[in-house]
């Protein structure tokens, strides 16, 4: 078997009979994959510990797990992507040898990071596969042996995960590959014990309320299972779908009776009527939604109301949560309601309030006052705008005006706030997003009350396919129209950040590779560190200044950890745990050598 992976990896002829077909079929996946079959090097990620699948196999798994206790034998949890959920093992080389191979909670053994394994080629053949030693694609697993069975929603069939044992290449044998049927099985009948009740109530008030409906759109929504009748699938663009189901699930988990209004990325506004089944504490619910489409854009003359098909003119971008949240402004503006556009910093709030009102009124006139600026003053000129007649007015970051002022501010609103004059000042307030668990204060929420809507204007995360968009419109703007692209494997990696500063951070990190490059093609390594720190969080300065040096030293050892840990004076055990909690990547090319 050693000698036919070695042949595959040199592309020299394998024999079928030497080895199985399913294995071979995932060396090829593995291979097409371009997945490194002399390494492991992988990125620790986020993992749903207390969600269905866990609350249902956690005592299956801790059971079996007490019996194999004195065995040389791992039992492995992994949700749908192959991240490692659970892991127990009572044999302390085995566990030692499975940390040095990441296969270890928070990691994925998905094929596309590892290859052929038990884990992995479970989830790509969906049915149970056994991996032995040298059937393994990648090298330092050869000495395992590992059999996977993926476990099923008992109503839906959709997979949910997979359940491994995994032990030494020497200890296997054929009872391996029956366990963990066997256990995924019994994971299955828990899951059904759990979710049947509310699955059978679900199915039971969706054809209720389909027999009722006549010709309305009708869906039934649970944790892992939507439904809909005919008329839905005509209604409902499937690009409107996710933000509408979006928003009703989050009513649904009240346990109310709600009605929505949703304004669909289509242009569509849907109102819908939530009809919860079941809610859970833990946050699990399902319902039924019957939606009405209240309100299309229809196409008036050409040149008549300008409206918002992709992207605003210095708005750049045409994702769904994008282009969803720019028609809502549009729409609000055309109505002359005064909206509130609620977002981190760096989103585009401004920027979104600015682009709307120059779609409609190219030479209108538009003020931005900053909250950070208040005094008399400025709360003179906030009464002289409104005063003005027609315009637009942004008020930035209201919240973090003080008490005493947001109180002042609401008193100069309120003259022109139920006005029905077309000619009023279009005002838009923006703020950061709304504390968790908390409340604002209430001078602030009087002052809130004095705009109708709420808008929220989605970060560049949620949004990352707009950085291909933004990218050369930001590189335009930075080097007045001068040839300078992005290359597709620097895209890549800007594509694969986070960007915890929004659209304000990709700005900044540009004008530094402009600063060095004004002309030509942007590659990787012109990129500044901090890009290649794909990491799920904000990190504080001191955080931010480590991480660059870990990525520089990195780049000076050409990928080697070992080196770039001697030259920075860590261990190589800090590196490794620093370069997982920072999320590093290397960029293609750059060996990632141990």
């Known amino acids: ?8 990896l040199h592309r020299d002829a394998v024999a079928p009979e030497s080895v199985r077909a399913p294995i071979l079929a995932s060396w090829i996946r593995s291979r097409d994959m371009d997945v490194p079959a002399d390494s492991i090097d992988l990125a620790e990620l986020d993992c749903e510990t207390d969600g269905p699948l866990a609350r249902a196999a956690t005592p299956i798994v801790a059971e079996l797990a007490d019996q194999f206790a004195t065995e040389p034998v791992s ?13 127990r093992t009572g044999d302390s080389a085995l566990r030692q040898h499975l940390d040095r191979v990441w296969l270890a909670p928070g990691f994925s053994y998905a094929e596309r990071h590892v290859g052929t394994n038990g884990i992995g080629t479970a989830l790509e053949g969906r049915r149970p596969t056994a991996v032995f030693g040298h059937e393994h694609f990648v090298e330092h697993l050869e000495d395992l042996a590992c059999a996977g069975a993926p476990i099923r929603h008992p109503v839906t069939g959709k997979i949910l995960g997979v359940v491994d044992l995994t032990g030494w290449r020497r200890e296997a044998n054929s009872l391996m590959m029956a366990t963990a049927a066997t256990t995924a099985r019994r994971i299955e009948e828990a899951l059904l014990a759990a979710s049947g009740r509310h699955e059978l109530t679900l199915l039971h008030d969706y054809l209720a309320a389909v027999q009722r409906a006549g010709n309305t759109a009708v869906l039934a929504v649970g944790d892992d299972l939507v439904m809909m009748n005919d008329r839905a699938r005509e209604l409902i663009a499937p690009s409107d779908q996710v933000p509408l189901l979006a928003g009703a699930t989050e009513a649904l988990r009240s346990g109310r009776s709600r009605q929505l209004v949703v304004d669909l990325p289509s242009g569509a506004t849907a109102r819908v009527q939530c009809r919860p089944s079941w809610a859970e504490s833990d946050g699990s619910s399902g319902g039924v939604l019957q939606v009405t489409l209240t309100h ?3 196409p008036g003359p050409r040149g008549s109301h300008p409206t918002i098909t992709t992207a605003l003119p210095t708005a750049v971008g045409s994702g769904a949560l994008w282009t969803k949240c720019a028609q809502s402004v549009d729409r609000h503006l055309r109505k002359n309601e005064w909206v509130v556009l609620e977002g981190e910093p760096g989103s585009g709030r401004t920027t979104l309030a600015r682009a709307t009102h120059h779609l409609h009124s190219p030479a209108g006139h538009v003020r931005v006052l900053d909250a950070a600026d208040f005094s008399p003053r400025w709360l ?23 008490p005493a002022a947001a109180t002042a501010l609401t008193e100069a609103l309120e003259p022109q706030r139920e006005s029905t004059d077309h000619e009023r000042p279009w005002v838009v307030a923006t703020r950061g997003p709304a504390p968790d668990g908390g409340t604002d204060s209430p001078e602030l929420t009087a002052l809130l009350g004095a705009f109708p809507r709420t808008i929220e204007v989605p970060p560049l995360r949620h949004h990352v396919e707009d950085v291909a968009e933004l990218v050369p419109y930001l590189l335009a703007r930075l080097t007045r129209g001068a040839d300078l692209t992005c290359s597709p494997e620097a895209l890549r990696v800007l594509m694969r950040n986070r960007w915890p500063g929004n659209v304000d951070q990709l700005y900044q990190v540009l004008r530094k590779v402009v600063a060095r490059r004004r002309t030509g093609v942007i ?15 904000v990190l504080t ?6 991480c660059d040096a870990i990525v520089d030293a990195l780049l000076d050892a050409d990928g080697n950890k070992a080196e770039a840990a001697r030259r920075l004076g860590m261990s190589r055990a800090t590196i490794y745990r620093k370069i997982r909690g920072y999320g590093i990547a290397m960029p293609e090319g750059v060996s990632a050598s141990g």
């Open 1 to 8: 078997m050693a000698a036919a992976r070695e042949a595959f």
């Open 75 to 87: 039992l492995i949890l992994c949700d749908h992507d192959g991240v490692v959920l659970d892991r």
């Open 296 to 298: 299309r854009e229809a």
């Open 380 to 402: 003179a000129e906030v009464t002289d705008e409104l005063a003005g007649g027609s315009g637009t007015l942004v008020l930035r970051e209201v919240d973090t005006l003080p």
């Open 523 to 537: 590659r990787v390594e012109d990129l500044p560190p901090e890009t290649r720190a794909l990491t799920r969080r």
């Open 541 to 546: 300065p001191l955080e931010s200044i480590e």
